[in-house]
């Protein structure tokens, strides 16, 4: 192209999304952390499908994860799960839309039911993991 | 029916079925994961409380059950739907754009379906099936 027919171009001025730009922000971090949230737990879950393949070891080569990179993996990987669980459930209350006797449910009725849910989900999973190991 | 309308109601048959998994596989990562987390990945390793599968015996008698079973699979792998798409979006949202493309849908829900076929393969072949 000649100089000439480089001027006459249209300039393009193509807009780019900066690295940084969800640094800029409080909100747009917290959006990218929430979004983030599902990376440690993938991670956590192959994990425990790992954990589960070593019970084909056989119980002489049995030898269960325990290692503190394991520990240290599985704290930070509790705080992003905690804050999907919150950002995910408190959702609800927008989402999801319920009439009783025709009337709607207040969304803050439903938030509270679905952490209500965490809760008692969590107790179960908690009491059987601890109860079967004994 | 016109071929339109057909092809219109067979995309929005495969949005319901994604959609239903992406929001369940949120709500199993929300309501299951992190109890899960805290007891066999932080109170287990740290011999805080006993858990099911810092012993051989225990773990496997635990993994034998058919129900067992089919709780981890919901476990593990529905929230992979839930995980496939957020990232795939997380990607877009610092600017890559090869991330929205047909391949990378391929890539990441094609992943999905993976984990769920490698879960099915290890709770089936890891310990057989018992109902003692």
Do not use: C
Not at chain 1, 72 to 92: C, D, E, K
Not at chain 2, 60 to 65: D, T
């Amino acid at each position: 192209m000649t100089a000439e027919a480089k001027a006459a171009a249209p300039r393009e001025y193509p807009w780019r999304i900066p690295a940084n730009w969800w640094l800029r922000n409080r909100h747009y971090f917290l959006y990218i952390a929430r979004e983030f949230t599902v990376v440690p737990i993938a991670l956590w879950l192959l994990w425990l499908l790992v954990e589960i393949k070593r019970a084909g070891d056989g119980r002489a080569h049995y030898a269960p994860h325990g290692s503190t990179a394991l520990v240290v993996f599985s704290v930070i990987t509790l705080l992003f799960a905690l804050y999907h669980s919150y950002t995910f459930l408190s959702l609800a209350g927008v989402i999801i839309h319920v009439k009783v006797l025709d009337r709607p449910v207040p969304s803050r009725v439903i938030v509270l039911a679905q952490f209500a849910l965490w809760a008692v989900a969590s107790v179960v999973v908690g009491f059987a993991l601890i109860w079967f190991a004994r | 029916m016109s071929t339109e309308t057909r092809q219109r109601r067979s995309v929005a048959y495969a949005h319901l079925i994604y959609w239903f998994l992406f929001a369940q596989g949120g709500v199993v990562a929300a309501v299951l994961v992190p109890a899960h987390v805290l007891i066999q990945g932080i109170l287990g390793p740290l011999g805080i409380v006993p858990v099911v599968d810092r012993h051989y015996d225990t773990w496997v008698a635990m993994l034998g059950n058919p129900i067992v079973k089919l709780y981890l699979l919901v476990l593990i792998a529905v929230p992979f739907f839930h995980i496939a798409h957020r990232v795939r979006y997380l990607l877009t949202d610092f600017g890559i754009k090869a991330a929205k493309s047909l391949p990378a849908q391929v890539v990441f829900y094609g992943g999905a379906v993976l984990v769920t076929l490698v879960t099915i393969w290890v709770l089936l072949t890891t310990v057989p099936i018992s109902l003692g």
